[in-house]
């Protein structure tokens, strides 16, 4: 078989894969990450073992676990418990990436997860076959050749008017205005988001404007210049407190707790980390 070179890989995934590392939990036999949400889906395979999904928020939700886990669009915090071996690879997919690549709409898992396995049979053999590879390379290879397969199943699976919508909301903090640029109406943009992406617009856009928050905070916190009042203004927040409530309520927790958690409360990276904040993506 041949295998195209990685520069060809990435260009050929980057409309679709907005991330593709490697990562690691930490030391110790148990390994715990507390999973953000966010606008992309996200695929967590561990190179041993499995990994336990858990959603503290959610009550009479009982942790699951999973040899490798697909996690759609959620607008609350995930807690990831992987067991035995604390390595692995993670990416995310855009929206767009999920048909693209998986042959799923991204409202197939929004709000949940599921096994790669039941997402995305033809993917199963990703887990036994990573934990065989001896380098990183490898291990991005074999990931990028079965995205890369996948795009090559789903080839047809329709794409431009979801991009033209979610480029709409990305470019305005308003539905109403992004509904106005489509041409089309509210209920309409309601409809037509809700069936592709499991979410509201309005909630689409909150995920947005939280994963900005979070940039701008670890940004002023690893250059030392942290102020959460002006990254409440820069995000779009009424005050600082508009902006705390916010993160206790997707996150779980004060903007502070989670940067104290990543080690970054003092402008010092965390050495392990399962989501780094800007980590490699499909291009680098």
């Known amino acids: 078989m041949t295998v195209a070179p990685a520069h060809q890989r990435s260009a050929a995934l980057a409309p679709f894969v907005a991330t593709l590392t490697a990562y690691e939990l930490g030391p110790g036999l148990v390994g715990v990450h507390r999973g953000l949400p966010s ?7 561990p190179e041993s073992d499995s990994v336990e999904i858990a959603w503290p928020g959610r009550h009479g939700c009982s942790p699951k676990r999973f040899r490798a886990v697909v996690a759609g669009l959620h607008l609350d915090a995930a807690e990831l418990r992987q067991v035995g071996g604390t390595r692995g690879v993670w990416l995310r997919l855009s929206p767009l990436g999920a048909g693209a690549l998986l042959g799923i709409p991204a409202s197939a898992v929004a709000g949940h997860v599921a096994d790669l396995a039941d997402v995305a049979p033809a993917m199963a053999y990703l887990p036994e076959q990573l934990a065989a590879c001896q380098s990183w390379p490898q291990r991005r290879a074999l990931v990028e050749g079965a995205l890369i397969a996948g795009r090559a199943r789903h080839e047809e699976s329709p794409g431009g008017h979801l ?8 470019g305005t903090s308003r539905v109403q205005e992004a509904a106005r640029l489509l041409g089309c109406s509210r209920r309409h943009l ?3 988001i809700s069936a592709a992406l499991g979410v509201t ?3 689409y856009q909150r ?5 900005a928050t979070r940039g701008r905070l670890v940004a002023g ?3 030392g210049t942290l102020s959460l009042a002006a990254v409440a203004a820069a995000s779009g927040f009424a005050d600082q407190a508009h902006l705390t409530r916010e993160w206790r309520a997707m996150a779980g927790c004060t903007p502070t707790e989670w940067l104290r958690a990543e080690g970054l409360a003092w402008g010092v990276p965390k050495s392990s980390r399962l989501l780094p904040p800007s980590g490699p993506t499909i291009g680098a």
Do not use: Q, V
């Not at 606008?39 to 395979?45: G, K």
């Open 190 to 192: 309601s409809g037509r």
């Open 207 to 211: 995920l947005l404007r939280f994963e």
């Open 39 to 45: 606008s992309t889906i996200s695929i967590t395979i």
């Open 163 to 170: 991009r033209a919508t979610l480029a709409a909301l990305s």
């Open 221 to 223: 916190a690893r250059a």
């Open 201 to 203: 617009p309005k909630e």
